[in-house]
Structure formats: C-alpha cells, structure tokens
C-alpha cells in the first residue's frame, strides 16, 4: 500500500539556497544602482549625461526580455542565473580595477549601463521561471511574501550605500563589494540541486536551425498568450496599471519641490520630507509580506480581493497629494501592504497556472510589456506636467489605472478568477 507524503515545509535546501544568494545578489545590486549613479555625477557633474546613463540601462528592459524568453524555455534556467552573477562579479571587478588606476571614459561606461540592463533583464526572467520549481508544496504565496519582503527590506543598502560612499571617500571600494556579492551569490546558486526537466517538454526542434526554432518559438509563446485570455488580461492590465502608477508616482517628488512653501510648518525640507513619509511604503510592504507569510489568503476569494485592491490602489494615487503629511504617511503604508497583496496573489496565481516549458516566454512577454508601460507613462507624465498642475495630471492617470481595472480584469472576471482563485 502506497503511503502518503507528507507534507514539505517551505525551508528546504533549494529555497533556503535561492533565498540566500537572493538577499546577496540584492544587496550587490541596489549598491551598484548607487554606486553607478553616484559615478556618474562624480565624473561629468552633468545632469543630462546622467540621465543618459539611466536610460541605457533601462532600454536593454524593452527588448532582452522577450528574446531571452524562447531560449530560456530550451536551456538550464539555473545555469544562466549564476553564470550571468559570475559575469556581473567580473564586470565589476575589472570596473574596479580601471577606476583605480585612474582611467574613466564616458562612452564606455554607456557600453556598460547597456550590458548591466541586458544582464539584468534576461536575469529576471530565468530567476521568475526557476523559482517556482524551487518551492515544493502549496507554499508558493508564502515563498513570494519573502521574496517581496526582501526587496523591500534590501532598500536600507541605499543609505548604507551613501554611508559607504561618504567614509570611503568615492565609488571605487562599492565596485568591489558588488564583485565580491555577485560572486558570492554565484557561489550560492550553483548549489541549487533541483533537476530541471522543462527543456524536455520543449517543442521539438525537427533539424530546424537556431534561427528558425527561435522564430518558431516565440510565435508559439504569442500564441499560447493570446490564446490564454485570462494571462492576456492580466498582463494588459499590468501594462496600463504600470502606466498609471510610474506615470503618478513620478510627479510626487516634483509636487513637494515645487510647493515646498506648503510644508514649510516642518522642520525639514520638502523633499527630505517626502523621502521620510514615501518610505512608510516599504514597511507597508514588509508589514504586508509578514502577514501573507503566516496567513493564507481564502483561494475561492483571491479574485475579489485583487479586484479590491487594483481600485483602491489607484483611487489612493489619486488622492495622496490632497492629504496632510500624517494622513499621507499612514496612506502610503496601507498602499505598500495593498502593493505587497497584489503582488503575491498576481505571481503565485500566474507563475503556478503556467506551464514550465512555456514560463520564461510569458515572463519575458510580461517584463517587456510592463516595462514599456512604465517608461511611457514616466515620459508622458513628465512632459504633461510642463502645462498642467502636477495633481491635475495625477487625477487623470488614476483615471486611467482605474478604467485598465475595469476593462481588462472585471471585464475579464471569469478567465482572470480561473487564474487568481486557484491553490498556490
């Protein structure tokens, strides 16, 4: 007689391995965020070259990630996570080298940006589509209440980072530690001892060549989006929610610099002001992350709350520049536990839902469109807040946020509650 298995924990050796180079990878990452833009402004004490750099770093999110998808459905998904850390520690590391012997090229460190922003997205997709195989059980939701609770968790290394930067007196030890932290992590990953079988459920490739076999992947990738009308949903909304939300969130700032007459009653200034209240944010969503850790969500109510929630999450982008500074901070933490909440029902739900040899294709998909929706909506926002009040402007891109919830997810209530209201 066959006995049942019981039940495993969420803590096993995979998820504690992943976990762990996660958390150093974080840190090598948001440090070589400061450490890159700290450079920048070091070396050309120009604000438009800055600016450039952030872009190029940006533009390889528009296109790597659909690409690498395809290949990343016919290859060790594994492989590439700590081969492409290994790649990081080195490029890094000979950073630190040429910085230390006092050469520095403008040009080139656009290369740079431009190679970081290929790493990074192709990276993304291949963490997205190995880690659900690394989570055993039903404790998917309870996997990504940690993940999203380190990300926010890691947003410390940014002070730290300026720590580091004053006492150290320039950039060049931070590239260091980020070889060492990308090296490390390397380490960790390479550990992983899950078995991948996705490249064996991978559409044959019948003696075409690579080209062909890439086209005929991706063609199947789109056709099987398209096909899904609930993950089409989904990721439209998303599109148009990250239009919403990239497109509002980046007029706070400028609100509180232009109106610091407002705030004056304070004793700091408006824009430490709103670096102070905004970071009630993040607790939000490390408060949110402990709670979705030890309580499960009901499964048959997942989409009702989601539901809730996209609402809520744009009425409160809204209204945020109206409310007083106490009021608001409380609001921007309910809004990181709302984020945190919407979060991990979206990517429990999806990445469970997915079939694995045609994972990385959707997330590339999903990365690549999400991305263009931030990016544009930043864009549009910045220049319509050239002719119009920042909260008038505001206004109108929750109006958006909310019309994408209506039109893709309540619209599509039937095929998206197929997805959100499942066991994950």
């Known amino acids: ?26 840190i090598g990452g948001v440090l070589s965020s400061f450490a890159m833009s700290m450079m920048v402004l070091d070396y050309t004490g120009s604000v438009f070259l800055y600016a450039l750099y952030n872009a190029s770093y940006q533009i390889p999110m528009l296109v790597c990630p659909i690409l690498a998808g395809p290949y990343l459905d016919r290859m ?32 080139v ?19 997205d589509s190995l880690y659900p195989n690394l989570v055993e059980g039903n404790n998917l939701s309870k996997a990504y209440s940690i993940s999203g609770m380190l990300q926010s968790i890691m947003m410390v290394a940014y002070p730290l980072g300026a720590l580091a930067y004053d006492l150290l007196g320039g950039v060049e030890p931070l590239f260091a530690v980020n070889a060492v932290c990308f090296f490390a992590a390397a380490c960790f990953e390479r550990c992983i001892r899950h078995v991948e079988t996705h490249m064996d459920n991978a559409l044959p490739a019948d003696g075409a060549g690579a080209i062909k076999r890439f086209r005929q992947d991706l063609r199947d990738g789109v056709s099987y989006i398209a096909g ?64 979705h850790y030890k309580i499960k969500l009901p499964t048959g109510q997942k989409f009702a709350i989601a539901m ?94 909310l019309a994408a919830a209506w039109g893709f997810i309540f619209r599509r209530r039937k095929e998206v509650a197929a997805i959100y209201n499942r066991e994950a």
């Open 308 to 401: 809730t929630i996209y609402v809520l999450i744009n009425l409160i982008e809204c209204t945020l520049l109206f409310l007083p500074i106490p009021v608001m901070a409380l609001v921007f933490f309910v809004d990181g536990m709302l984020g945190v909440t919407s979060y991990n029902i979206r990517i429990a739900a999806t990445q469970s839902y997915l079939p694995d040899s045609r994972r990385a294709r959707f997330n590339g998909a999903y990365q690549m469109l999400t991305s263009v929706g931030s990016l544009c909506g930043t864009l549009l926002a910045g220049t319509m807040a050239e002719i119009l009040p920042e909260r008038a402007v505001i206004l109108l891109f929750g109006a958006v946020g």
């Open 228 to 291: 899904e009308k609930g993950l089409l949903a989904i990721t439209l909304y998303f599109m148009f929610s990250n239009f919403a939300g990239a497109g509002a969130g980046g007029l706070y700032l400028p609100f509180f610099r232009s109106h610091a007459a407002q705030f004056a009653m304070w004793p700091v200034a408006a824009v430490t002001l709103y670096t102070i209240v905004s970071t009630f944010s993040e607790a939000g969503r490390v408060a949110g992350g402990l709670i």
């Open 76 to 107: 060790s998904r594994k492989k590439v996570i700590y081969r492409l850390d290994f790649l990081s520690a080195v490029l890094f590391a000979g950073l630190f080298l040429l910085l230390k012997s006092g050469w520095f090229s403008f040009p």
């Open 1 to 26: 007689m066959k006995q049942n298995k019981p039940p495993q924990g969420l803590w096993t050796w995979d998820f504690t391995i992943i976990t762990a180079g996660s958390v150093i990878s974080l």
């Open 109 to 127: 460190l656009l290369c740079f940006s431009l190679i970081r922003g290929s790493i990074d997205s192709v990276y993304m997709v291949a963490y």
